[in-house]
C-alpha cells in the first residue's frame, strides 16, 4: 500500500485525534484537509508506511500548536480592543442615568421589562412569569420597550443618541 493510501485510510484517526485536541468537528476537519493537501506537496519522497503515519501525526500536532497560537493572540487583540472601546465607569454611570430616566418616563410595564431585562439581567422566562405573561408575549413587549425607549433617546438626545455622547447632559 503506498503512503497516501496508508493517509488516508486512517482519515478517522486522525480526525478523532484533532477532535479531542480542539473541541471543534468542524475545525477539526478543516485542519485534517490542510493537512492532507500539505502531506500531498511535501511527503511524497516518504516511501515507509509507518514512518508515514509518525511524520503525519507530528504534522497535525504542530497544526494544532499553530491554532491554538492564532487564537491566543486573536483573543488578546479582542481583549485589549474591548478595553480601549469600552467607555470609563464614569461614562457608564452617566449614560445610565441618562436612560434609567427616560426608561421611567415609558408606560409602567415597558419600564419594568427594561428594567428587569436590561438593567438587572433577568432571563426572560424568569421576566414572564413574574409578568404573569407567556414567554412570547415577554418578548414583545420587551421588543416593544427597547423601540419605546429608542425613540425617547432619540427625541430627548437628539444626535446624541446617533453619534455617541459623552457629556450626558441632554434634557
Not at 503506498?2 to 473541541?23: C, N, Y
Not at 433577568?122 to 412570547?136: D, K, M, S, Y
Request: a negative charge; one cysteine or more.
Amino acid at each position: 500500500m503506498d503512503v497516501t493510501a496508508r493517509l488516508v485510510d486512517s482519515h478517522r484517526d486522525f480526525l478523532g485525534f484533532l477532535e479531542r485536541r480542539l473541541g471543534d468537528r468542524a475545525l477539526a476537519e478543516d485542519i485534517l484537509q490542510d493537512a492532507f493537501v500539505k502531506s500531498i506537496e511535501k511527503g511524497a519522497d516518504l516511501r515507509d508506511d509507518e514512518a508515514a503515519i509518525a511524520w503525519f501525526y507530528r504534522m497535525l500536532r504542530n497544526a494544532v500548536i499553530d491554532h491554538h497560537r492564532r487564537a491566543g493572540v486573536q483573543n488578546r487583540r479582542l481583549e485589549e480592543l474591548a478595553r480601549e472601546t469600552s467607555p470609563s465607569p464614569e461614562i457608564e454611570r452617566a449614560i445610565c442615568a441618562c436612560v434609567g430616566h427616560l426608561a421611567s418616563t415609558l408606560k409602567p410595564e415597558y419600564a419594568d421589562a427594561i428594567q428587569r431585562i436590561e438593567v438587572e439581567g433577568a432571563p426572560l422566562q424568569t421576566f414572564a412569569a413574574e409578568a404573569g405573561i407567556t414567554a412570547n408575549n415577554a418578548a414583545v413587549r420587551v421588543h416593544r420597550a427597547r423601540e419605546a425607549l429608542r425613540k425617547q433617546v432619540h427625541a430627548s438626545c437628539g444626535t446624541c443618541a446617533e453619534h455617541g455622547c459623552v457629556d450626558c447632559t441632554c434634557a
